[in-house]
């Protein structure tokens, strides 16, 4: 038996798109004389399409291409069977379903029996679960079809094992974190031990708003064995071949070797999210404002490699708290990059918005207030260069300052794609290092340098926050882990700490609740993971 694994990267919405990928995907697999074509969960209209599932004309439509997806298909290969994911509606229920296509007709349908809904899922919200096995014939054996959350459970799979099957193929939206990956194999190792089945294990891989995923499809034979792997963060296809032995399937070994490096996947997960952002959008590039500090600095390096320097702008908005060594540097990165760079000073701006302040600030001491000005400047001309340009903003914030609040509304969080928002301070050093492995794009001192906001002199970063370490460990312990912060202070960490970055937390979710979107990469992102009320009265 072959088996065509389509790792694609889709579009949310773009069905006809979406069904030429497939078709091709079919035709790559008529070729090798494959069997069967697996492509990712929902695969016609991709995942997640949120409430376009709302909508009956986008059921009907995702219908009607899938249809006559099975007749072009059938003109390839009329016993090629090609699974497709679709909504599927029957007697006024909605499921998420996956359709074999062969022979020009849609010959089955698998309904997902397991429903996420919880972290970045909703499926709950639109779709009713299946209950019954799906179980297709192939070369006299019997293949048993699974969608996403069903592998994470044992009832489906083993409801398939009972009815006959010889083998599960699962088809996949999952998202990529830095968790993800080896709970994926975790379960279907656990799935095989219960049913002494292989696995086919075809994911979706690209951007899709604030999530990423990552594709690293894979094979599983009987024992919990890898036999075969797909790349990360890339499209691909692969032949799977399995024969028949002692009336089991054994899944051939095609060897191939994965980096088990969290940092690599990260920027790769970042140059992703970038790419499919803009692309997927139809905007012709970005802008983004190269402060010379270490944040913007690795934004500028994923948007190079995400999008090629011709398609990547630079400002530089100094004023007179700015270092000259902040200058330099940016300078140097842009030239090392090759993108275009352009310098605007701030300083008499700034001094008009002072004068024109003067009456309303009269009185009141100098505080963050003259600071926030210099950032709201930086963000309109930005935005400016965005408007008549069509170029694209990302901003530069990371994890760190959004869970404090150490960002500016309108200011330098005023944008359209924040690269960063699920990095804290310590995974940017990281990548910064990890980048400039393969050439330095980044200046040493950027990266040894104490951090600052450079709004006043001699101003740094931990001049208003913890030192980021422990600044990183308490975000990990409270966003992440749910932990309280007595439990926090237990771990060692000193309590005033702990009780000030959670009430920085606290106090700022409205700014939280106004940033852009920006890629998910940890296990709890801000925006669908994090989803606490601005108005609340708890206190931990």
Same mark, same amino acid.
Request: aromatic share 8%.
């Given at each position: 038996?072959?088996?065509?694994?389509?790792?694609?990267?889709?579009?949310?919405?773009?069905? @006809?798109?979406?069904?030429?990928?497939?078709?091709?995907?079919?035709?790559? %697999? @008529?070729?090798?004389?494959?069997?069967?074509?697996?492509?990712?969960? /929902?695969?016609?209209?991709?995942?997640? #399409?949120?409430?376009? /599932?709302?909508?009956?004309?986008?059921? @009907?439509?995702?219908?009607?291409?899938?249809? @006559?997806?099975?007749?072009?298909?059938?003109?390839?290969?009329?016993?090629?069977?090609?699974?497709?994911?679709?909504?599927?509606?029957?007697?006024?229920?909605?499921?998420?379903?996956?359709?074999?296509?062969?022979?020009?007709?849609?010959?089955?349908?698998?309904?997902?029996?397991?429903?996420?809904?919880?972290?970045?899922?909703?499926?709950?919200?639109?779709?009713?679960?299946?209950?019954?096995?799906?179980?297709?014939?192939?070369?006299?054996?019997?293949? +048993?079809?699974?969608?996403?959350? =069903?592998?994470?459970?044992?009832?489906?799979?083993?409801?398939?094992?009972?009815? $006959?099957?010889?083998?599960?193929?699962?088809?996949? +939206?999952?998202?990529?974190?830095?968790?993800?990956?080896?709970?994926?194999?975790?379960?279907?190792?656990?799935?095989?031990?219960?049913?002494?089945?292989?696995?086919?294990?075809?994911?979706?891989?690209?951007?899709?708003?604030?999530?990423?995923?990552?594709?690293?499809?894979?094979?599983?034979?009987?024992? $919990? !064995?890898?036999?075969?792997?797909?790349?990360?963060?890339?499209?691909?296809?692969?032949?799977?071949?399995?024969?028949?032995?002692?009336?089991?399937?054994?899944?051939? *070994?095609?060897?191939?070797?994965?980096?088990?490096?969290?940092?690599? =996947?990260?920027?790769?997960?970042?140059?992703?999210?970038?790419?499919?952002?803009?692309?997927?959008?139809?905007? #012709?590039?970005?802008?983004?404002?190269?402060?010379?500090?270490?944040?913007?600095?690795?934004?500028? &390096?994923?948007?190079?490699?995400?999008?090629?320097?011709?398609?990547?702008?630079?400002?530089?908005? #100094?004023?007179?708290?700015?270092?000259?060594?902040?200058?330099?540097?940016?300078?140097?990165?842009?030239?090392?990059?090759?993108?275009?760079?352009?310098?605007?000073?701030?300083?008499?701006?700034?001094? &008009?918005?002072?004068?024109?302040?003067?009456?309303?600030?009269?009185?009141?001491?100098?505080?963050?207030?003259?600071?926030?000005?210099?950032?709201?400047?930086?963000?309109? /001309?930005?935005?400016?260069?965005?408007?008549?340009?069509?170029? /694209?903003?990302?901003?530069?914030?990371?994890?760190?300052?959004?869970?404090?609040?150490?960002?500016? *509304?309108? +200011?330098?969080?005023?944008?359209?794609?924040?690269?960063?928002?699920?990095?804290?301070? !310590? *995974?940017?050093?990281?990548?910064?290092?990890?980048?400039?492995?393969?050439?330095?794009?980044?200046?040493?001192?950027?990266?040894?340098? %104490?951090?600052?906001?450079?709004?006043?002199? =001699?101003?740094? =970063?931990?001049?208003? *926050?913890?030192?980021?370490?422990?600044?990183?460990?308490?975000?990990?312990?409270?966003?992440?882990?749910?932990?309280?912060?007595?439990?926090?202070?237990?771990?060692?960490?000193?309590?005033?700490?702990?009780?000030?970055?959670?009430?920085?937390?606290?106090?700022?979710?409205?700014?939280?609740?106004?940033?852009?979107?920006?890629?998910?990469?940890?296990?709890?992102?801000?925006?669908?993971?994090?989803?606490? #009320?601005?108005?609340? +009265?708890?206190?931990?």
């Amino acid at each position: 038996m072959k088996i065509v694994v389509a790792q694609l990267n889709l579009l949310v919405g773009g069905l @006809a798109k979406n069904r030429q990928k497939i078709l091709d995907a079919a035709a790559s %697999a @008529a070729a090798v004389e494959a069997d069967i074509v697996l492509t990712p969960e /929902l695969s016609i209209c991709s995942y997640q #399409p949120e409430d376009l /599932l709302l909508r009956p004309s986008f059921i @009907a439509a995702c219908k009607s291409e899938v249809e @006559a997806l099975a007749r072009d298909i059938a003109a390839l290969s009329p016993a090629l069977a090609v699974v497709v994911g679709l909504p599927w509606r029957e007697d006024e229920r909605l499921y998420n379903a996956a359709a074999v296509l062969r022979g020009g007709v849609i010959e089955a349908v698998a309904k997902k029996a397991e429903l996420p809904n919880y972290s970045v899922f909703d499926d709950k919200r639109y779709f009713i679960a299946g209950q019954e096995p799906c179980l297709i014939g192939v070369r006299g054996m019997k293949v +048993g079809i699974l969608i996403c959350e =069903d592998i994470w459970f044992s009832s489906p799979s083993k409801r398939a094992k009972e009815a $006959g099957a010889d083998l599960i193929c699962v088809i996949n +939206g999952s998202p990529y974190d830095t968790e993800h990956f080896a709970a994926r194999e975790d379960v279907c190792r656990a799935r095989t031990q219960e049913t002494s089945l292989p696995i086919v294990f075809c994911n979706l891989v690209g951007g899709q708003d604030e999530i990423v995923y990552d594709g690293q499809s894979f094979v599983m034979n009987a024992v $919990g !064995e890898i036999s075969q792997r797909l790349p990360g963060f890339v499209e691909a296809t692969a032949v799977v071949e399995l024969e028949s032995t002692n009336e089991a399937l054994q899944p051939k *070994l095609v060897r191939g070797n994965r980096a088990n490096d969290a940092v690599a =996947d990260v920027y790769a997960a970042l140059v992703l999210a970038v790419k499919d952002y803009i692309n997927k959008n139809g905007f #012709p590039g970005i802008v983004l404002g190269l402060s010379g500090g270490i944040d913007s600095a690795v934004v500028l &390096a994923v948007a190079v490699d995400a999008l090629g320097a011709e398609r990547v702008r630079c400002v530089m908005l #100094p004023s007179k708290f700015n270092a000259s060594i902040s200058l330099e540097d940016a300078r140097w990165m842009a030239g090392v990059q090759g993108v275009r760079y352009d310098e605007i000073g701030i300083e008499p701006i700034y001094e &008009a918005f002072e004068a024109a302040l003067l009456d309303q600030f009269k009185g009141y001491p100098v505080d963050a207030s003259e600071e926030n000005l210099q950032s709201r400047i930086r963000g309109t /001309l930005l935005m400016a260069i965005s408007n008549k340009t069509g170029n /694209l903003v990302l901003t530069t914030g990371n994890k760190s300052e959004m869970t404090t609040g150490y960002a500016t *509304l309108y +200011g330098d969080m005023a944008g359209g794609f924040g690269v960063l928002k699920d990095c804290d301070k !310590e *995974l940017v050093y990281a990548l910064a290092n990890y980048r400039n492995q393969f050439g330095r794009v980044i200046p040493e001192r950027v990266i040894t340098r %104490a951090p600052s906001a450079e709004l006043r002199h =001699d101003q740094k =970063d931990q001049d208003s *926050l913890p030192e980021y370490p422990v600044l990183d460990e308490i975000m990990a312990l409270y966003v992440e882990r749910n932990l309280s912060i007595e439990e926090i202070v237990a771990r060692g960490l000193a309590r005033a700490d702990v009780e000030k970055v959670v009430r920085l937390l606290r106090i700022n979710e409205y700014k939280r609740r106004q940033a852009p979107v920006g890629p998910r990469v940890t296990p709890r992102a801000y925006g669908r993971d994090w989803r606490y #009320p601005i108005t609340n +009265g708890w206190r931990d």
